[in-house]
């Protein structure tokens, strides 16, 4: 059974859905006023492996992931641009899933945009105001009242007395309290905006997730995702919002992936120090970059640098030449239900165990390796070599041609260095487990591109012919 680190409780807890052999899966999205960096690129991989799993699992997903398309950045991007909010956010929106295709990221059910739910937001406001938790403003603003909600902090673990002593919050006149936070903006000059009881304006961005996600999973739901940043003020504004309009409690289970870091800082747009999809994928393929992000467990910093994309690409060749040398020795994949099931239990209680995506990606290596060692022609063979594709597909793996894999790291002058090295890796390590067939044939794909090895003293130099 799936076990989730549950930020709200601060423990893992057995996962158990609302409905039975259904799940309600939100994930906050993205803002789309430029490319999908690094960052953004980890929430996508990170929950699109929750999700894969949960279907596997036979249950039943409604995953939605948002779109922020109306947004203060976004606004701003426009101006600077000369051109219309929509004309930015469409834009955005088609490098966001170019992105995604190329990172191997499954649709989710529902990808609703903020602009599309103006109606359901300005229904929520309303009804927290005659609740008593927000108030129209004399500056034509809508404001959440946070001492109006007992449990305001439950999320993060801060308290309201502690916020005020702690934070420096901007002074606003407007509001009864600094920590108000906005619902609803008032219109500005030459600013997008729509009707609503307070006059024209647009939504906050923290009233935009609550709406979005009563729209398409109700009150209540099991699962809300997102990056660690957005755990206070967003997430915490959210419970506060919907709890209160509902009266009844919003996500049960929370889940924050940690943060991207280069030189011991978080990743980010605003600090300038981000690196986009697009950027890596011209030195990466997509898949080379999902394992990176798949070797470290999701809760944790992920240091971003190019050896770890490099040791990302030579596992992942590993993987393809396993696959790519059973087929070409004349194996045949097993049957697709014929799996080996000390594996299949070892990956699945890798990921049951709050989603070690790091500890499943080694099962695949064990498999790879033992079906290094079996007789290609053998029915074992053929076992673990679709169980090697079969693991792979559910985080999303191995999903490519081995041969053309392996064919595009050839370049110009032959094999590329980084493939050389995992090659010479491999042969190093069938060496050591005596499976000396592998090791000459690993030489031969070496010597056939045009490469000379030289053992000596335990090393193995190479040079090209």
């Known amino acids: 059974m799936l076990h989730i680190y549950n930020t709200l409780s601060r423990k893992k807890e057995r996962f158990e859905p609302r409905v039975p052999g259904e799940v309600g899966l939100y994930v906050c999205g993205m803002t789309v006023y ?173 009233i935009e997730c609550s709406a979005m996600s009563r729209e398409l999973l109700g009150d209540e739901f099991d699962i809300h995702g997102g990056g660690m940043d957005l755990q206070f003020p967003h997430h915490e504004n959210e419970i506060a919002q919907s709890e209160a309009a509902t009266g009844k409690s919003f996500a049960r289970y929370w889940m924050h992936n940690g943060f991207v870091r280069i ?39 992920l240091n971003y640098s190019t050896a770890q994309l490099d040791s990302a690409r030579q596992a992942l060749r590993r993987l393809y030449t396993s696959l790519k040398s059973f087929s070409e020795a004349g194996g045949a994949f097993a049957a697709d239900d014929v799996l080996d099931t000390a594996a299949v239990a070892r990956f699945d209680d890798a990921l049951n165990d709050d989603l070690n995506t790091a500890e499943a990606v080694s099962v695949l290596h064990d498999v790879a390796n033992s079906l290094n060692k079996a007789n290609a022609e053998s029915e074992q063979a053929g076992v673990l070599a679709n169980t090697l594709k079969q693991l792979g597909s559910r985080i999303g793996l191995l999903g490519d041609d081995p041969v053309a894999v392996l064919q595009r790291a050839l370049g110009d002058e032959g094999l590329d260095e980084s493939a050389i090295e995992a090659l010479i890796k491999e042969r190093i390590e069938a060496r050591a487990a005596k499976d000396f067939a592998r090791s000459d044939e690993i030489r031969d794909t070496l010597v056939e591109a045009g490469i000379i090895l030289e053992d000596k003293d335990g090393k193995t130099n190479w040079r090209r012919s």
């Open 34 to 206: 430029d490319y999908c960096h690094v960052g953004h690129a980890r929430v996508l991989v990170v929950f699109d492996v929750l999700y894969r799993h949960l279907l596997a699992a036979g249950l039943k997903v409604n995953y939605v992931r948002n779109i922020t398309d109306v947004d203060d950045k976004i606004i701003a991007r426009a101006v600077e641009q000369g051109k219309t909010m929509s004309e930015v956010t469409d834009r955005f929106i088609n490098e966001m899933n170019t992105d995604a295709t190329s990172l191997g990221i499954l649709k989710p059910t529902h990808e609703p945009r903020a602009t599309e739910t103006i109606e359901p937001m300005v229904s929520m406001i309303e009804t927290l105001i005659a609740s008593g938790h927000a108030y129209a403003a004399d500056n034509g603003d809508v404001y959440y009242s946070v001492n109006a909600f007992e449990g305001y902090g439950k999320l993060s673990g801060r308290k309201l007395e502690e916020l005020r002593a702690g934070e420096r919050v901007a002074v606003d006149t407007a509001k009864n309290d600094p920590l108000d936070f906005v619902l609803w903006k008032a219109a500005k000059a030459d600013e997008p905006s729509w009707e609503s009881p307070w006059g024209n304006g647009r939504p906050g961005w923290h």
């Open 263 to 301: 030189d011991d800082e978080k990743m980010s747009k605003s600090l300038g120090n981000f690196f986009t999809v697009r950027e890596v994928l011209k030195s990466y393929t997509g898949e080379e970059m999902r394992l990176f992000i798949l070797g470290s467990h999701y809760r944790s910093p």
